[in-house]
C-alpha cells in the first residue's frame, strides 16, 4: 500500500497547535453522535476542533461509526463492515436520537474533511476497527487522511486504542500525528508511545492527575483525555495543564479562545 506524498509541520509539545477543547463525536449527546448535523451543533457552541469514530465499510471505504454493529444508531443491523458504502448511504443514523435528526445520513470521512476543512476547523480521527480489521483500518485512514487533508495547515490528530492499526498508520505516513488511547494506564505507558512514535497520550481522566500529566509532558508527550463532562473535573484538568480535554458536555463547558 502507498500513501499519497504530502508534508505537514512536525506536531510535538514545542508547536501544538490543537485547541484545548474537543467536541466528543461531534457534539456528545446533543445530536446524533457522529454525523454532520453533531459537528453543525458542536460548532454553534464555539468548538473548533471535533473527535470521531471511523471505520471501513466492506468495500473499503471510511465511514463514521462508534459501535462495530450498526443497530445502536443506525436504522440497519450487523456489523458495519458487511455493508458496502451505497448500502450504508442507504441507513438513518439520525432517527434512533431524535425526530428533528430523522434522515441523517452515515457520513464518509471525506465528507467531514470538506466540512471542517471549509470551516478551518480541527480534527481527531478516532480510527476505531471492527475486530479484525485493525491493520487494513489503520493503513487506510492515514492514506485518506494525507490526501483528504493535503494542503493544509494542520493535520488531523490521529488515536487509537489499536496499537496494531497505529502502527499500520505510522508505516503508511509517518508524518501524521499519532495519540495513544489508554482507558488504564499501565507502568509502561511511556515506551509504549514511544515504540509507535507518539506525541500524545490520550487517556481516560480518571487515570490523570497532576503527576502524571507533569511526567508525560517531561517525556515528551502532550496530554488529551476523554470524556470530561464535569465543568470542576475540566478546570482542575486544565489548571494542572492538560492539552486537550475531550467532552460531550458542549453546552455547559465553555471552549477557550
Ligand atoms: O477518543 C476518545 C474517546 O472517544 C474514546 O472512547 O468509546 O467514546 O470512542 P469512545
Ligand atoms: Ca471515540
Known amino acids: 500500500m502507498s ?29 446524533p453522535e457522529n454525523t454532520l448535523a453533531a459537528f453543525r451543533h458542536g460548532a454553534s457552541f464555539g468548538y473548533r476542533m471535533f473527535e470521531f469514530d471511523v471505520k471501513l465499510s466492506a468495500d473499503g471505504k471510511l465511514v463514521l461509526m462508534h459501535d462495530a454493529t450498526l443497530d445502536r444508531t443506525t436504522s440497519g443491523k450487523g456489523r458495519v463492515d458487511a455493508l458496502t458504502l451505497g448500502e450504508l448511504a442507504a441507513l438513518d443514523a439520525g432517527g434512533w436520537h431524535s425526530p428533528a435528526y430523522a434522515g441523517e445520513p452515515v457520513p464518509t470521512l471525506a465528507a467531514i474533511a470538506r466540512y471542517t476543512r471549509a470551516n478551518g476547523f480541527h480534527v481527531n480521527i478516532e480510527i476505531k476497527p471492527v475486530p ?41 505516513a509517518p508524518g501524521l500525528p499519532r495519540a495513544l488511547l489508554l482507558d488504564k494506564l499501565p507502568a509502561d505507558w511511556p515506551e509504549r508511545l514511544r515504540r509507535l512514535g507518539c506525541v500524545a497520550l490520550d487517556a481516560n481522566h480518571r487515570e490523570l492527575d497532576a503527576a502524571v500529566i507533569a511526567r508525560a509532558h517531561a517525556e515528551g508527550f502532550q496530554v488529551l483525555c476523554y470524556t470530561v463532562n464535569d465543568e470542576s473535573r475540566a478546570a482542575e484538568l486544565l489548571s494542572w495543564g492538560l492539552d486537550g480535554l475531550i467532552t460531550d458536555a458542549v453546552d455547559r463547558i465553555e471552549p477557550a479562545g
Open 3 to 31: 500513501a499519497p506524498s504530502g508534508t505537514f509541520p512536525v506536531i510535538d509539545a514545542a508547536n501544538w497547535p490543537y485547541p484545548r477543547h474537543i467536541a466528543h463525536r461531534g457534539a456528545g449527546k446533543l445530536a
Open 132 to 172: 479484525g480489521t485493525e491493520w487494513r483500518t489503520g493503513a487506510a485512514v492515514a492514506i485518506d487522511a494525507l490526501s483528504l487533508w493535503q494542503g493544509a495547515d494542520v493535520p488531523p490528530l490521529l488515536s487509537s486504542f489499536s496499537e496494531e492499526a497505529l502502527d499500520a498508520a505510522r508505516q503508511v
